[in-house]
């Protein structure tokens, strides 16, 4: 037994300050000894057990958080490399570019921007294309915490949809998905969780997980913020602390959403989010290896969700302004996303492109697809946050001869 595998993890990617908490290495653990500590500041993978026998590097060769495989990526699941004279230099491997939202309104209200993800998931199961999807739900003894759920049915996928705004381990979902006999499934992922799913993916050494999954879904991602942004968000803005919580959303209801908490003697609490500055609220509780991510729009996904702030089509962004009468008899769009929101949708691999197609025709879902110079304008906008915001502790990190996060193309 040798415990090297482990001790490369702990120390590169752990320690380092780059683990960015999906369980994926708890979930291949052959003897399940990495177990996904729970605390406020992060979830952290500790040694509880034993290492299995022999020169297991499991683990270590699954995560991301060091080393994010595009490059390879992109050729073995996408069929080619981005195109680096074009949009794809900065938006990836891209098949098709669009907005829409679900046309079913329970569908959509449900959803946080425009129920596309959830309207895609419930078509998929139902048309068997996948047999369970693991989505983010919440933990039925502490429910104010994320965690990785297993859907297999419309009902479980709508009570799954939202945003969950916490890092939590949800690749853990995939252990339990394969472990209940599940074949085809889908997983919801952030775009670094994209990244280990696709490391374990380009091995051949994990062919009981790679083998079920269909389908890897990411959002666009500016950070997950420690879940003692949302005890402070509770507190603070709805005067309730967290261990009263029952219910939980930081999302929902009318566009862009509210934040709202049901507190176990049944009242409801609840305040504007995005209006109201929550992003930037919890931005205070970005942890640090979301400091060193790069990745916003999910470049190793097969399908890609976000909100669509800054898109050309698109009146919205966070002032809120509402959109002029003309302006909203200009453009479909532009009244759809004043009216409930939209989902930017990318497709980067044939299949993710064929279900968006089988989903608009079946008519679950209303697609808006994107001209090249929106698709250009949108991504090259959204793109560019987290560079702004992250670079100076990357130069920082590196200044001081600590680890970053490498991207290879
Ligand atoms: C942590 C986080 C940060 C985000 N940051 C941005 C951003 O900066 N800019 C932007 O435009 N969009 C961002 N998004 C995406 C946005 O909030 C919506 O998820 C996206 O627009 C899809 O909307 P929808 O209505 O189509 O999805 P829905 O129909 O509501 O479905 C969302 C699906 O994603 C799953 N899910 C939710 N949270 C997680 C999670 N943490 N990990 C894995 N799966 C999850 C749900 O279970 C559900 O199945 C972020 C999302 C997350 C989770």
New binding site residues.
Partial sequence: MSQEGFDKLKKECIDSGLCFECGLCAAVCPPKAIEMKHYEWGNNPELAGKCADGECTKCFRVCAAKDVLFGKTEETFFGRKRDMNTFEKFGGVIRFSATG??TDPE??H????????????IHALEKGIIDG?????WDEKEPWR?R??V?RNRKE?LA?????????P?LLGIREAYETGLKKIA????PC?AGSLRRMMLEGDFAEYTGIIRLV?????????ALAGTRWLLKTWLGVEMEDVKELRY?TGTFPGTFRAVTKDGTVHEKAFVRSGG?AALGRFTPEECRVCLE?IGYSADLV?????GHPGNFMSFDMTPPAKELLESDERIREAAAK?L???LCRSGFATKLIDECRRDGCIKVFENTAEETEKFLKH?TS?KTDWYTPWIEARKRRGMPVRNYHL
């Fill in positions: 939202c679900a569908v959509r449900t959803g946080v921007s425009g129920g596309v993800a959830s309207a895609v998931l999807c693991v989505l983010a739900g994320a990785a759920f859907a996928v799954c949809s939202g945003s969950k705004y916490q890092p939590h949800q997983v919801t992922t952030t969780h879904i990411s959002s666009f991602c500016a950070a997950h913020w999302r992003v916003k969700f976000g909100d669509t702030w929101g989902s930017a949708i959204v946050e």
